[in-house]
């Protein structure tokens, strides 16, 4: 069937409609919860560089740099090295893989640290028309440093729950995406209540066939009251090679 350009035109206000509730839906508990519970807000920036390389129709390996600074007076509060391989199915809708990664942190005690994390992902996506719902699963183990007494559990267990929805915008290589991350901590005697809950906003610039530029803005909200939430800029670069 043809559309008309009055037809068109209803489409498009309906799915801006349907972005604009998006946006809703995600941004709106940052807004009361915040207004229910003031607490400290450290901010920061977010540097990422991601390499992957397909090597059969099925798999491919990747790997990341990423830089993350914060106003907790050094100004640097970590970096992560990651190495990964992916196996995709259900012609690229349904993506599982394993990854290790080395993080070099400042620590509570004013140290910097060297842990290493292990972790597993499950992605799975679908289109409708012009937007993409996605939800990744993650189970992580981190192993920090035994010499350090204050840690009440090592490893550290985290399952992560993310739902993503982004917006191809017709003729225009430029993507707004909206996301949402619950963490659930696995292995606390105390409590696997939910710990952290990270909102991230941002676009995507699509520059050729294989580079592509993410900007975004992200707001992690942790449920414990001596952990300071965080606003961050950040920006990734991608390189998808075939």
Known sequence: MKLTPSTALRASKVKG???????????????????????????????SFE?????????????????????????????????????????????????YAFLYTYNNDKQYEMRHRAY????????????????????????????????RINPKYVLKNRFQVGYAIWGSPWTPFLSC??????????SNAPTRIRYQGGVSRRLNRTNRLDFFI??????????PDGIFAGVEYKIKLN
């Open 181 to 190: 991350e619950l963490s659930h901590d696995l292995n606390d005697p105390e």
């Open 120 to 151: 597993v992902n499950v992605l799975y996506r679908e289109t409708f028309g012009a937007f993409t719902l996605s939800w990744r699963g993650r189970m992580q183990g981190t192993y920090r440093d035994k010499n350090r007494k204050a840690y």
């Open 218 to 227: 992200r707001f992690d909200r942790h449920t414990s009251k001596k952990d």
């Open 51 to 99: 390499l992957e390389k397909g090597y059969s129709r099925f798999f491919s390996l990747s790997v990341e740099e990423e830089v993350r600074l914060i106003t907790n007076g050094t100004g640097f509060d970590r970096s992560a090295t990651s190495l990964g391989t992916d196996c995709a199915l259900l012609n690229g809708r349904l993506k599982t893989g394993v990854y």
């Open 17 to 47: 409609k349907v972005f604009g509730f998006s946006v809703l839906f995600f941004f709106i508990p940052i807004v009361t919860s915040s207004a229910q519970s003031p607490k400290e807000t450290d901010a920061g920036a977010v540097f």
